[in-house]
């Protein structure tokens, strides 16, 4: 299968402060990229979507300004958590997917913690 | 809009015994791709087994099967020979295809338990 590298694995960060997490796809070409956020004991939820070079697609009650995502390359995408507050601490996974893609791979995701 | 269920948030079964899981999901489409994927404690997401729609016949990865009925929107898993290390989270997935959009719906989660 495809190799996907997130990183950082596991991040604490004071509030108010920014976070960047970093996904990158090893062996492929992202053409496009979802991060989903998990709570605890919860589904993955798609927070956005984006494609190489262009703006990112954001899902409703997902702020745009708070969770920036720059897609420049096809190998590489990063989720910044901008102004992080303890309700932001999640698990974030990154999915890139190739063109024609008929599955998905998923980064091993970030626990962030906001204290 | 897809939506993907899965009415069993808890499940546990024996070792060595067979659990089935359940999952249903609504989609106008036709063409699409359905997966069951494995959470453990490291949260790490591993895809269990993958199912094509427009094939008839269930697809099958060793202890793991699937019951997938197109026309009733059911994409079961069946564990059979239940291990310590099936003890996980599973998730249902709904795919549509790359063009259009290649999105992932995830069902609510099933606990899954295997006892000793």
Known sequence: GAVVSQHPSWVICKSGTSVKIECRSLDFQATTMFWYRQFPKQSLMLMATSNEGSKATYEQGVEKDKFLINHASLTLSTLTVTSAHPEDSSFYICTPLSQGATEAFFGQGTRLTVV | ?116
Do not use: H
Not at chain 2, 22 to 46: A, G, H, V
């Open chain 2, 1 to 116: 809009a897809q939506t993907v269920t899965q009415s069993q948030p808890e499940m546990s079964v024996q070792e060595a015994e067979t659990v089935t899981l359940s999952c249903t999901y609504d989609t106008s489409e036709n063409n699409y791709y359905l997966f069951w994927y494995k959470q453990p404690p490291s949260r790490q997401m591993i895809l269990v087994i993958r199912q094509e729609a427009y094939k008839q016949q269930n697809a099958t990865e060793n202890r793991f099967s699937v019951n997938f009925q197109k026309a009733a929107k059911s994409f079961s898993l069946k564990i059979s020979d239940s291990q310590l290390g099936d003890t996980a989270m599973y998730f249902c997935a709904f795919m549509k295809p790359y063009n259009q959009g290649g999105k992932l719906i995830f069902g609510q989660g099933t606990e899954l338990s295997v006892k000793p």
